[in-house]
């Protein structure tokens, strides 16, 4: 997988795979967004990039709440992707690489630290003034982005608690354990990981048959972020990830829920079937190792049953 240790780029380096168990590593940079960068955020165009991969989850929530805050034309995106030969790679054509001093993520890590260890994630908040990764937190970023932009409000005062409380449960229980199952080199650590896997969607289907997202009809950050992974679930989780038990299109209300929100104004454009097989099956060589691409499933995402309930 490589990473950073002491802020040179180590392709053999890996700390994610513990005894057969794929862990995920909590990230040593320092999230600053104050209430300086806030304001930046809303009055100094071209000062910063959202740095996001079209394959990632976790960027895929960031680029939506950047489009649902109506930041798209003041936060540029700079995109990932590619074959990983060095982590991440940005690519050409981008308001960073035009620059041409940044080729690979890794770089605005070691710019930002020069003696960084760690893994060099998507996505990133990049201060093209300060030269620094303001966050890499995709949690700390979307919170920033509904707090500086002028679209609907995602994460409401008197929900706040509730909605940390279930993205965490979402994360742990789901959208981090498709990756446990996937990367998964013992039978019992696969078993657990699918088994809670299609715990936690059994229990949001339950919680969204009768209402049209997860806190009734308030999208927010949760509803993003559950979304991201659902979108992906057909596609990688459920053949390439083997979490084999049911499809997304075998849950009524969770793919219901995913359809009303892809066919929200703009959210279809932010989604890539193509960019999400070739970043999830191309970089994979210890589970594909002949490179070999999924096809995509035949989903029809513009079906609109069964979404006036």
Not at 273 to 285: A, K, P, Q, S, T
Request: net charge negative.
């Amino acid at each position: 997988m490589g990473m950073l240790i002491d802020g040179e780029w180590d392709n053999d380096a890996d700390r994610s795979m513990l005894s057969g168990t794929f862990r995920r590593e909590a990230s040593a940079l320092a999230s600053v967004i104050d209430a300086e960068m806030l304001q930046a955020l809303q009055h100094d165009l071209g000062r910063f990039n959202l740095i996001a991969s079209a394959s990632c989850p976790w960027s895929h929530g960031a680029v939506i709440a950047l489009v649902l805050c109506n930041l798209s034309d003041q936060i540029r995106i700079q995109w990932a992707g590619g074959k990983r030969v060095e982590g991440y790679g940005l690519l050409p054509d981008g308001p960073i690489t035009r620059l041409g001093k940044f080729h690979h993520a890794h770089q605005l890590y070691s710019q930002t630290d020069a003696n960084y260890t760690g893994r060099a994630t998507v996505p990133m908040l990049w201060d093209n003034k300060k030269q620094i990764v303001l966050s890499n937190s995709s949690a700390d970023i979307i919170l920033a982005f509904n707090q500086a932009g002028n679209g609907p409000e995602l994460r409401p005062e008197g929900l706040a608690n509730e909605i940390d409380e279930l993205t965490n449960e979402i994360f742990d229980g789901l959208s981090n354990a498709v990756y446990r199952a996937g990367k998964a080199e013992r039978q019992d650590e696969y078993d657990e990981a699918v088994d809670s896997v299609f715990a936690t969607m059994d229990r949001l289907e339950d919680r969204l048959m009768y209402q049209h997202f997860l806190f009734n009809d308030n999208l927010t950050t949760a509803d993003i972020r559950l979304f991201a992974t659902l979108a992906r679930f057909d596609t990688v989780y459920a053949t390439h990830f083997r979490c084999t038990k049911k499809r997304l299109v075998d849950y009524p209300a969770l793919w219901r829920f995913t359809r009303r929100i892809y066919q929200m104004p703009r959210i279809k454009e932010t989604l890539d079937f193509e960019e999400i097989r070739l970043g999830y099956y191309v970089n994979d060589g210890s589970h594909n190792p002949f490179g070999i691409i999924g096809q995509q499933p035949l989903i029809n995402w513009e079906n609109r049953d069964g979404l006036d309930r």
